[in-house]
């Protein structure tokens, strides 16, 4: 198995969604704790909601998940990673950029039997 998905977010979208009660479908209280610690909240939150699109993208034909089972977190070196409440045995790999008005997302999933930079290795 392996499967990619790709996301763009306008950051202007994120200001008007913040300001409805819906952003709560989209965004858990740590991704918006997250955010908040920058200057320009929204560029952040944009990325984070690419990376959740992006994964929904990557893992629709294998699986069923939805906004309240994916999180986006982030290791104490800044890289991004999803975190996902039910029980998986694959690989996502998380790439998030952006500028001051759209944020991009790479999420590339895998079940281990294909190649990894990590691992050095080619197959398993």
Excluded: Q
């Excluded at 979208?13 to 610690?37: H, M």
């Excluded at 790479?106 to 990590?118: M, N, Q």
């Amino acid at each position: 198995m392996m499967s990619s998905g790709i996301e763009t977010i306008d950051v202007k979208k994120i200001a008007v969604l913040l300001k409805s009660a819906e952003y709560k479908k989209y965004f858990t209280p740590s991704d918006v704790d997250y955010c908040r610690r920058y200057k320009d909240m929204y560029i952040h939150l944009a990325g984070c909601l690419a990376a959740k699109f992006a994964f929904l993208k990557a893992i629709s034909p294998f699986s069923n998940f939805d906004f309240s089972d994916v999180e986006i977190r982030h290791a104490n070196s800044g890289k991004p990673f999803v975190s996902v409440s039910k029980n998986h045995n694959f690989t996502i790999s998380l790439s998030i950029s952006h500028t001051k008005t759209v944020a991009v997302a790479l999420c590339v999933i895998t079940d281990g039997k294909h190649f990894s930079a990590r691992k050095k290795k080619r197959f398993s």
